[in-house]
Each structure stands twice: as C-alpha cells, then as structure tokens.
C-alpha cells in the first residue's frame, strides 16, 4: 500500500546531540512537511518541500534543518535539541494543486530530549 | 493570515449520543476544509474533506460535515458515537495553494 513511513517510531537523544528523523513516501508526492506536535495541541508546521525548493516558516528555530535527496525521503536535522524540543514530528505528504490538497500523514516519530 | 478555532476543548458524550463540534475559519476566499481524527497514539487521518460542491460532505464511520459559506464554518457532525470514537479531531484549511492551517483540536470522550 502507498505510504508514509517514518523511522524511527521513538527516538531518545541527549540534551544538545545531534539527531535526524528520517520520512520517506511511496506516494510520489511533490509536496513534503514537517510538523512538529506536543502534548494536546494542533501540528505545528516546521518547513515544507515542494519539489525540491524548501520553504521554512518564519518562526521555526535555526536549530532546525531539513534535507531532501530526492522525492521519496526527507529528513528532519535538530542540531542541538533542547528540553522543549521533546515533542511527536510528524511528516505529510500531498500533491500539486487544488484537487490534490488533502495532506496525508506519517505515525509520527516520538523525540525525548534527556 | 488564515485562523482555524474550535468550539470545544473538551467534549465529553456517552454511547449513542449526538456529536457536532464547532470548526470556523477566518479567510473569505477559495478554501479546502478537512477534519482529520488522532486516535490515541495512532497518526493523524482524514475523515473527510470539502474541495467544492454539495456543501454537505460523508466520510469514513458515518462522520459528516457541512460547509456554510456564509459562516465561514465546518462542522463536524455523527448522529451517534461510539466508545472507539474517542480521539482528538482537528478541523483544517487549505487556501488554495498555500498550507494548511490546523485548528486547535477537540478532544472528545465518549463513556462506554
């Protein structure tokens, strides 16, 4: 089945050591995104690719980076994460144009900051 | 800038009742609208969305919803909910060509 999967499922870092959470997509969709999400609150979007341009939301942190080889995978660098940077990321994919606006999401990777 | 509210932080229901939570957005023009469900621990899903046409939109486990141009709203409806229904809904917009803006969410508890 087509798909957006992201690994890993949990991951545990410590305070400041780098990590990168990893989405790839077997939709071929253009589109890809970054959300970060907390405990009861709405996805938050970080950046997005479409095709290969980025676009990075005003207020997302420096300290996060993206990269995206090709259609398929994106990855999400924090490079020095902090305590308030514990939180689920949840990657989306969707395709050009009006009739293709639905997002469709990932399981989300779960980030613990020690 | 394009805003999303939700009536409801918190809804609490028992088996069979009636479900309608609030979504209202603030920007008049061309949009696309969703309600996506997160059950616990599992990733977000579509339940349904409006692009255009019959105002009132069917989607997966008998969850409705209706579009009202002139109130700038889309609300999510279920005759009557179940247990398994216990989740966080978010209502979302889409301006044609931008991204999306997610509502805060509602939580809704459904009583066995």
């Known amino acids: 089945d087509a798909m957006v999967i992201q690994n890993p499922r949990y991951q545990v870092t410590q305070f400041g050591k780098p990590v990168t959470l990893s989405c790839s997509q077997t939709?071929?969709?253009?589109?890809m995104y970054w959300y970060q999400q907390k405990s009861s609150q709405a996805p938050k979007l970080l950046f997005h690719?479409?095709?290969?341009?980025?676009?990075n939301e005003a207020d997302t942190p420096d300290n996060f980076q993206s990269r995206r080889p090709n259609t398929s995978f994106c990855f999400l660098d924090i490079r020095s994460p902090g305590l308030g940077d514990a939180a689920m990321y949840l990657c989306?994919?969707?395709?050009?144009?009006?009739?293709?606006?639905?997002?469709?999401f990932g399981p989300g990777t779960r980030l613990l900051v020690l | 800038a394009q805003s999303v509210s939700q009536h409801n932080h918190h809804v609490i229901l028992s088996e069979a009742a009636s479900l309608e939570l609030g979504c209202n957005y603030s920007?008049?023009?061309?949009?696309?609208l969703f309600w996506y469900v997160q059950y616990p621990g599992q990733h977000l899903q579509l339940l349904l969305k409006?692009?255009?046409?019959?105002?009132l939109v069917k989607g997966i486990k008998g969850f409705e919803a209706e579009f009202i141009k002139s109130k700038f709203s889309f609300n999510l409806r279920k005759p009557s909910v179940q247990w398994s229904d216990t989740a966080e809904y978010f209502c979302?917009?889409?301006?044609?060509?931008?991204?999306?803006?997610f509502g805060p969410g509602t939580r809704l508890s459904v009583l066995p």
């Open positions: 989306a994919t969707s395709t050009q144009g009006r009739s293709g606006g639905t997002q469709y």
């Open positions: 409006y692009f255009s046409g019959d105002p």
């Open positions: 939709l071929n969709h253009n589109v």
């Open positions: 690719y479409y095709d290969k341009d980025f676009n």
């Open positions: 979302a917009v889409n301006n044609y060509g931008q991204n999306f803006v």
């Open positions: 920007y008049g023009g061309t949009v696309n």
